[in-house]
Structures are given as C-alpha cells and as structure tokens.
T-cell receptor, first 112, second 115 residues
Framework: DAKTTQPNSMESNEEEPVHLPCNHSTISGTDYIHWYRQLPSQGPEYVIHGLTSNVNNRMASLAIAEDRKSSTLILHRATLRDAAVYYCILRDVKAGAQKLVFGQGTRLTINP | GAGVSQSPRYKVAKRGQDVALRCDPISGHVSLFWYQQALGQGPEFLTYFQNEAQLDKSGLPSDRFFAERPEGSVSTLKIQRTQQEDSAVYLC?????????????FGPGTRLLVL
C-alpha cells in the first residue's frame, strides 16, 4: 500500500481556515486520495476524496498538487466541532472493496 | 436513517474469558469490515465480509479471533481466551457495494478492557 505522511498535530483558532497537509510521494496513477476524520469517542467518518482535480463539498475542500505527491485538506472556517484526528488515506481504484489503511493521522486542536 | 450500531459499547473481561462483539450494519450494505484501534493509534484492519462470505481475514492477530456474518447482515467478532493486549476499541464499518471508492460508515466502536 502506498504510504502517506502527516504531521502528528496541528492547532488553529475557531472561525479561521485550517490547512492539513499530507505527503504521498509514492502514489500510483490509480490511487484516489481520501480523507476521514475521527471525533473523540466516535468511529471515523468520511470527509472528502479526489483523484487529480481539486474537490469541494459541504465539509471541506481538497487541494491536490499537480504531481499528486501531496494534498491539503482545507477547512474554510473551523469550529470547535472540527477538533478531531484527520486521516489521509490512499485507495487503489483497481482493487475490489478494500480495507482502509490508516496512519497516525493529524490531531487537530481548535482554540475558542 | 439508522447508522452502524455496535454492542456492547463497553466490555470489561477478565484475562482468559471469551467475548463476543456485535455489529449491526446499515441495512442493505453488502460489505462489512472490522478494525481494531489501540489507544493513540489509527484503526487497523482485521477482517472483511462481502455478504456472508469472509473474503479477507489477513488482519486477525491470532487464531483466538474469529468473525462471522452468517446471514449477510449482523456480524459478530469473537475473541477467545482474552489477553491484556486485546484491550482496544473494536470498530465495525459497512459500505453499500464492492467498489473501492465506496464510503465506509463506521459504528461508535466497542471499548474492550481486559484485566
């Protein structure tokens, strides 16, 4: 499985934008970039995914570098509820239904 | 609609006891996954079902771990002769189809503490 690298922790203030980086230098052409997050005492939840183009949804935006070796999850206006561990995960579209391979993730703290 | 539910939410077991953890996936979801999450770590894959067929059990740490999904819906993860290192949160996830792009929906987990 292609590996991702994320900072262990980040901190931001409420109502400010947050940029969460992920490096995936060994990404293959068929790997999609997925983000999940895990709120305290809950199971992970899907945030967003993309292949090459930047993506937006109601939760976040995903900016993908042109060479696809890195990506950034953007929370446009963080709230206290966004405090969670964020996981960047690569999923190969050629494979069948497959397990998610989680790394350590980035623990995001939001200051009021 | 109802999400993935797991029971019990908390379980305390004495070392050597057998435990059974239940997962109720979202109705109609074909794929079901079990993950183990140690304290401070990301979840790690244990096993995967497509309907009632267990297609991947490569993550089960030992033969003390056993999972089943006999009718293709509810699943049970059984741990025999529990050890202290089995203490973790056990997460269940389901997805609608077999595509690798399908979102996995997670339950809240069962926190197992082995004394």
């Amino acid at each position: 499985d292609a590996k991702t690298t994320q900072p262990n922790s980040m901190e931001s203030n409420e109502e400010e934008p947050v940029h969460l980086p992920c490096n995936h230098s060994t990404i293959s052409g068929t790997d999609y970039i997925h983000w999940y997050r895990q709120l305290p005492s809950q199971g992970p939840e899907y945030v967003i995914h993309g292949l090459t183009s930047n993506v937006n949804n109601r939760m976040a935006s995903l900016a993908i570098a042109e060479d696809r070796k890195s990506s950034t999850l953007i929370l446009h206006r963080a709230t206290l509820r966004d405090a969670a561990v964020y996981y960047c995960i690569l999923r190969d579209v050629k494979a069948g239904a497959q397990k998610l391979v989680f790394g350590q993730g980035t623990r995001l703290t939001i200051n009021p | 609609g109802a999400g993935v539910s797991q029971s019990p939410r908390y379980k305390v077991a004495k070392r050597g006891q057998d435990v059974a953890l239940r997962c109720d996936p979202i109705s109609g979801h074909v794929s079901l996954f079990w993950y183990q999450q140690a304290l401070g770590q990301g979840p790690e894959f244990l096993t995967y079902f497509q309907n009632e067929a267990q297609l991947d059990k490569s993550g089960l740490p030992s033969d003390r771990f056993f999972a089943e999904r006999p009718e293709g819906s509810v699943s049970t993860l059984k741990i025999q002769r529990t050890q202290q290192e089995d203490s973790a949160v056990y997460l269940c996830a389901s997805s609608q189809a077999r595509s690798p792009m399908e979102t996995q929906y997670f339950g809240p987990g069962t926190r197992l503490l082995v004394l």
